[in-house]
Structures are given as structure tokens and as C-alpha cells.
């Protein structure tokens, strides 16, 4: 199982912008980083966790829920083994804590690994 650090949340204004990162600590034997399709997830207290972005290991190719389509981009540096989200016109609905997770795939996005501490994103009107 790949372990799994966020980071790069914090506090801005709507309308601007932040870039998370997901870092991998470890990576199974036998395995690469750059194997693994990997999601970001958001979550607000007393709600259901949802699924933001993913991007697949094979041409890295990337898929988004519909409320954050052309303002948030995922991509990945397998050479680094981080996955990032660039986060822009963001929204006070954006708020919340952010989560990256290994997955099955792009289209079903089933978490492959246990869910770290996340990253605090909080936008202001």
C-alpha cells in the first residue's frame, strides 16, 4: 500500500488561487509510483467525502467532478512521486479538507489505500 502525504492548503479569497500537493512516502516493492492512477477528494464536516479529480497512470490522462471543471487541474511528476491540484476561481464551496488517495481507476475512482489527515482548504467571500 503507497503512503500518502498532502499539503499546500491554507486561507484565500474567492477568486484566487493554491496548489496542492500529494507526496508519496513509500512506494510497495516491486512497484512504481508512476503505476498508480491517483484522485483528490474534499470533504466538510458531518458530509459525505467527494470526489474531485484523477489522473491515470497511462497517458495521464485526468477526469473532474463537473463543479470544478476548467477552474482546477490535476497533474503528476512520477520522478518526484507527487501528484499536484492547481486550484484557481476558487469558490467559498470549495472549502473544505482536501484528501489524495491511490485508486482503481479514473472512471470509478475506488480508493486503493487508507485516507491520511488531508490539507485545509478555506475561501472567503
Known amino acids: 500500500q503507497v503512503q500518502l502525504a498532502e499539503s499546500g492548503g491554507g486561507l484565500v479569497q474567492a477568486g484566487g488561487s493554491l496548489r496542492l500537493s500529494c507526496a508519496a512516502s513509500k512506494v510497495p516493492f516491486g512497484r512504481t509510483f508512476s503505476s498508480y492512477n491517483m484522485g483528490w477528494f474534499r470533504q466538510v464536516p458531518g458530509k459525505e467525502r467527494e470526489f474531485v479529480a484523477a489522473i491515470a497512470w497511462i497517458l495521464s490522462t485526468t477526469r473532474y467532478a463537473d463543479s470544478v471543471k476548467g477552474r482546477f487541474t490535476m497533474s503528476r511528476d512520477n520522478a518526484k512521486n507527487t501528484v499536484y491540484l492547481q486550484m484557481n476561481s476558487l469558490k467559498p464551496e470549495d472549502t473544505a479538507v482536501y484528501y489524495c488517495?491511490?485508486?482503481?481507476?479514473?472512471?470509478?475512482?475506488?480508493?486503493?489505500?487508507?485516507w491520511g489527515q488531508g490539507t485545509q482548504v478555506t475561501v472567503s467571500s
Open positions: 488517495n491511490a485508486i482503481k481507476d479514473i472512471q470509478t475512482w475506488v480508493p486503493l489505500g487508507s
